[in-house]
């Protein structure tokens, strides 16, 4: 069977279990499941997004509910190998959208990124054009009441970017982000992950393992601040390639559906990106 049936199998088990598995939660106005009385005012659950940092998150949009997080701009600088090069991201959303109290599927496009490459020699190159889709689909294992929550979110990506953007490949994992309340209002979040990824060089594929440490904090009603450790392991079949960064954060919520972010994460090797600089908003309708 080949690694690509294998992950489409993988995100249609995953697709399929909540519809097997459906919720009881009657009658509650948030998360859709039931009538809200004329004579009482909805209480909307405050939005709980993927965003800002790398990390994930083990919320769920409610039940028939959208979300719809993006970056209004990102840029990515990588210095290396004789060159620098600069990306940029005009706007990423990714559309998410509730199917049980406890599901959601989400997909992520990039309508238009550029790539601008600086030789030392003086040379420049510029490309730019759709980047590729991925889809994921969020499940959430804890009931609401657990204090530690946790999900698991398999994915697939579709190679729909031009060869001099993106690899050509079709590609897939499987996130398990583990949200955990520490005293004074800390949340620690862990995100072990592991990927099938194209070789770069070689033909085929290979495992990238993937794990982070997050913590976060409130100021105020409305401000959170985030720092992040984030370290990739690709078992490349040339051997081994190790990506360090760290990441600080900080989002703004306008109202219980709208939220501002802004973040950096910034490379601690050569082999990751320098620095990548980043704002977004966050809406559920």
Not at 154 to 164: E, G, L, M
Not at 200 to 214: F, K, M, R, T
Request: hydrophobic share 35%; aromatic share 8%.
């Amino acid at each position: 069977m080949s690694r690509l049936r294998c992950m489409m199998l993988l995100l249609g088990a995953f697709a399929a279990a909540p519809a097997l598995a459906q919720e009881a939660a009657q009658g509650d106005p948030s998360q859709g499941t039931g009538p809200v009385p004329a004579n009482v005012a909805p209480n909307p659950t405050p939005i709980c997004t993927d965003r800002p940092t790398k990390a994930y998150v083990a919320c769920t949009v409610p039940k028939g509910d959208f979300q719809i997080e993006s970056d209004f701009l990102n840029w990515t600088r990588m210095d290396g190998d004789g060159m620098r090069q600069d990306t940029i991201l005009y706007t990423s959303p990714t559309f998410k959208y509730g199917l049980t109290k406890h599901a959601d599927i989400e997909f992520s496009i990039t309508p238009y990124e550029t790539v601008r490459t600086h030789m030392d020699d003086g040379g420049t190159d510029t490309v730019g054009g759709f980047g590729d889709v991925y889809v994921r689909l969020k499940q959430k294992l804890t009931s609401d009441t657990s204090k530690t929550q946790i999900s698991l979110i398999p994915y697939i990506k579709a190679p729909t970017a031009r060869s001099d953007i993106g690899n050509g490949k079709w590609e897939g994992g499987l996130i398990a982000p583990i949200n955990i309340p520490l005293p004074a209002k800390f949340t620690l979040t862990l995100g072990p992950e592991i990927d099938i990824i194209a070789n770069d060089e070689a033909p085929g594929y290979h495992i990238e393992l993937v794990s982070l440490i997050n913590l976060s904090h409130p100021i105020g009603k409305k401000i959170n601040v985030y720092a992040e450790f984030w370290n990739s392991q690709a078992l490349e079949p040339g051997g081994t390639v190790h990506e360090y960064s760290a990441d600080v954060a900080a989002s703004y919520q306008l109202s219980d559906t709208l939220q501002l972010d802004v973040g950096g994460n910034f490379g601690l090797n050569a082999a990751t990106p320098d620095a990548q600089l980043y704002v977004g908003v966050s809406s559920r309708f």
